[in-house]
């Protein structure tokens, strides 16, 4: 084994930062971790839906690794990470044979989270829990779904093998929206909330519709009708419209957790508002969205769902109105061609997709024809919002203890669900009241809900024009 660093005088071996197991004190029990460690890494090839805890990291432009904490659900995929990522530089015991000093130069210049595939991404150096097969560097046709790889069973691997096991994978972290390597180590099982669909706001009609749509999709996909062209058609679009925080989110949430798939939560802001970026980001995520068997949720879709509009000159407009109009109509042509690209592209998408809004007064007729479960989503009743409060109520009992709570009785959830709240708002009024209570070190009453709605209340009134609004213009003048 050869050094490369100073010291002067002797030095014990085993004060390096590297040295032969033999030496250290208990070379048996770090073996045993090792293989252990291997064999979780043997169980993780091909397409893995995990929870990671812990920290992750990815390579810059110059190969330094880039730490970041993830403790979220993870899709485990060695082989889309390299089609994703063609230019990733990949840790290597020894640096590849061929030069590439060129093609290294021009990586610098190129964005790390490369939106192109290329050849040259069979030349990178691989890792050694890689998927192997030319065809991992190069798109599928749309609505061709990628099966994971799987090994021949009963194979099995040595303690020798398992020990040059890699004790990272590859994936992408759905939380963080990133391409990342996670620690085999920091992997475990998801536990579902198998109850979250019972607990939506929804009229039971509504919920066995829902319920009947996504599962035959999911589960019976073959059995369902064809467009005329071959794969046209074949997704299933939901578009939820109504008031902020009746449930809208949370639908696409529970169901999710009902089928154990993974959730692809994307909004507006990460496919940019640009024709062309949106067409690379969104066949990206469509691509892989569909692979994973995703339920893929685009949040407050307005920009993509609006009319489209053409604008006619006047000839009698006078020379400022024109260039306004003008204006307007270069506008109007980059959201037509907005709304255009996304129809395209959802014709053939053959997943779950649901879109989220709250103007469906603006929708492009285009998209009526093409939603296939549209669901409104109307103001809580004092039912539903006394049903809220009992499940956030019930999710600090478990959270912290039985204990911490006091007892609300029937007149009191009563009371409060008569105030004005959506769901959101009970969440964020419970968790504050908590916040509260654990200050105090006492249990969560009554006491302390009313303390933080009274202050929510008087917030609202001076969104209204009330003493705090015209406190405020007076600042002004």
Request: proline share 3%.
């Amino acid at each position: 084994m050869e050094f490369s660093g100073e010291f002067k005088g002797p030095r014990a071996i085993n004060t390096f930062d590297i040295y032969p197991l033999k030496y250290h004190k208990d070379p048996a029990a770090i073996k045993d971790k090792i293989v252990a460690r291997g064999k979780r890494f043997a169980v993780l090839q091909g397409m893995q839906f995990k929870f990671h805890k812990g920290i992750a990291f990815q390579k810059d432009r110059k190969g330094r690794a880039v730490r970041i904490n993830v403790n979220s659900r993870v899709m485990i995929d060695p082989a889309t990470f390299r089609r994703m990522r063609p230019n990733y530089l990949f840790s290597s015991i020894q640096s590849p044979i061929d030069s590439r000093k060129e093609e290294d130069e021009d990586a610098e210049h190129e964005p790390e989270d490369s939106e192109q595939d290329s050849s040259c991404s069979e030349k990178e150096s691989s890792s050694s829990d890689s998927e192997s097969g030319d065809d991992s560097t190069h798109s599928p046709e749309r609505g061709q779904r990628v099966e994971p790889i799987r090994e021949p069973r009963g194979r099995t691997f040595s303690d020798d093998n398992l020990l040059l096991a890699s004790p990272v994978v590859l994936g992408f972290s759905f939380a963080d929206k990133l391409w990342l390597e996670f620690s085999v180590s920091g992997l475990q099982d998801i536990e579902y909330n198998e109850g979250a669909f019972e607990s939506l706001m929804l009229p039971e009609k509504q919920k066995d519709i829902v319920q009947a749509l996504v599962e035959s999709h999911k589960f019976d996909a073959a059995k369902g009708i064809d467009d005329v062209i071959r794969g046209k058609g074949r997704g299933l679009i939901s578009g939820l419209h109504g008031q902020p925080g009746c449930g809208k989110t949370l639908t696409a949430e529970s169901i999710s957790e009902m089928l154990k798939c993974p959730l692809y939560a994307v909004s507006a802001g990460e496919l940019g508002t640009s024709a062309a970026r949106l067409e690379v980001k969104l066949n990206r995520i469509l691509d892989v969205a569909h692979s994973w068997g995703a339920v893929l949720l685009l949040d407050e879709a307005d920009v993509f769902l609006e009319k489209r509009e053409v604008r006619s000159n006047a000839e009698d407009l006078r020379v400022d109105l024109f260039l306004l109009t003008l204006l307007c109509q270069v506008h109007d042509i980059q959201r037509n061609a907005l709304v255009s690209i996304f129809l395209r592209m959802l014709e053939y998408f053959q997943g779950i997709l649901f879109l989220t809004t709250n103007r469906v007064d603006t929708f492009d007729e285009a998209f009526q024809s093409r939603i296939h479960l549209p669901l409104r989503y109307s103001e809580l009743t004092p039912k539903a919002k006394k049903a809220v409060w009992k499940v956030f109520l019930e999710a600090v009992r478990k959270t912290d203890s039985a204990a911490a709570v006091a007892e609300f009785t029937d007149h009191d959830l009563d009371a409060l669900s008569r105030r004005q709240l959506n769901g959101r708002q009970i969440k964020n009024a419970v968790r504050t009241a908590q916040a509260l209570a654990l200050r105090e070190g006492t249990k969560l009453g009554l006491e302390h809900v009313k303390k933080v709605l009274d202050v929510n209340e008087e917030f609202s009134r001076d969104l209204k024009g009330g003493t705090g609004y015209t406190d405020a213009m007076r600042s002004y003048t």
